[in-house]
């Protein structure tokens, strides 16, 4: 009979503990599902990146939408943007996440439709979410899965109705605020749709900026931006790594770009910048947060000179109550 006294001692003592870690996890649960998914920040970046003597050109990075029709909290801080006032504004894709989502990303965006603005899309512009084992982000090879069909004819006319140019696998040239901008983009690389060769080749060499845009920042299409002389490639695609550690970072990047690039501004080759965004949705089958809030992206572009480096500061946008969808 002692030795079940015991077992029975040791499993009463251990019970506050195991609470502890119960309460502790939904906590957690709570605080990535509820309040830092919908904690929206703008992040802040210079660059030096433009040919000598070119005005300063502001830029905002928009990705990874996955806008659902139901998300008024994000469509209300996105629609705050337009008062930024950018000279460019730059959307590399992901903006569905559900066949009936085109109008609310087209009402979230706005004012900033009449802006001068790109795209390309990505795989959730084309097919919608379905649900995933988590541990197969952790492949690369991993077989892929598509869902339902998305309108995304419907939300490239609507962007290009309103003025946007679809960079997919076309070189475009554009002067915004007195800058040259030639401009190149490759459909979504992640579901193998790029054709870097209906692009390639040195862009015009009297631009101020040569832009390269692609939603999955995979090194493959990196290297033939940088070789063919870009200045800058824009991604989004990886959500910053969406769950994250603290003193670690990013465990995956969904795509084949190293963990330390996951957001942010880096370095691609001898001369070429990158800038990830971390984006401003998730799938709606994995709706957390967690070290890696949503964000969008201004950019101030300035022209090269001796000692320039880049920065990252961020700002948040007024704070809207958290939701639950």
């Known amino acids: 009979m002692a030795h079940l006294d015991n077992a029975l001692a040791r499993r009463v003592a251990a019970a506050p503990a195991l609470g502890g870690l119960a309460g502790l996890a939904a906590a957690g649960l709570f605080y990535s599902t509820v309040i830092e998914r919908n904690a929206f920040t703008l992040r802040h970046n210079t660059l030096a990146v433009l ?11 928009i990705s990874d939408l996955h806008m659902m029709p139901n998300q008024r909290l994000k469509q209300a801080w996105v629609s705050e943007l337009e008062t930024l006032e950018p000279d460019l504004v730059i959307n590399t894709g992901d903006n569905l996440a559900h066949p009936q989502a085109v109008p609310s990303v087209i009402q979230s965006l706005g004012g900033l439709l ?26 690369t090879d991993h077989t892929r899965t598509f869902g339902e069909p998305l309108p995304w004819q419907d939300l490239r006319a609507a962007f290009t109705e309103r003025g946007w140019l679809d960079a997919t696998h076309t070189v475009r040239e554009l002067e915004v605020g007195g800058v040259r901008v030639v401009a190149a983009g ?9 054709r870097y060769e209906t692009v390639a080749g040195r862009p015009n060499p009297l631009a101020h900026l040569r832009l390269g845009l692609t939603h999955s920042p995979e090194p493959r299409v990196l290297d033939r931006f940088a070789a063919d002389g870009y200045d800058l490639v824009m991604a989004g695609h990886t959500h910053g790594g969406q769950l994250c550690l ?5 465990l995956v990047t969904n795509c084949d770009l190293d963990r330390s690039r996951v957001k942010g501004v880096s370095s691609w080759g001898t001369s070429m910048k990158l800038h990830v ?27 090269v000179s001796h000692g320039d480096a880049a920065f990252d500061e961020d700002h948040s946008l007024p704070q809207l109550a958290s939701e639950t969808t």
């Open 186 to 194: 490759v459909d979504d690389p992640h579901i193998e749709r790029d």
């Open 114 to 139: 009449s802006r001068p603005g790109l795209f390309v899309f990505g795989s959730n512009d084309y097919f919608g979410p379905k649900p995933k084992n988590p541990f197969q982000y952790f492949k």
């Open 277 to 303: 965004s971390a984006g401003l949705g998730t799938s709606p089958y994995a709706p957390a947060r967690f070290c890696c809030r949503p964000e969008a992206s201004l950019l101030t572009l300035t022209p």
């Open 51 to 61: 040919e000598p003597g070119a005005a300063p050109l502001r830029v905002l990075h």
């Open 246 to 250: 603290p003193f670690v970072g990013a």
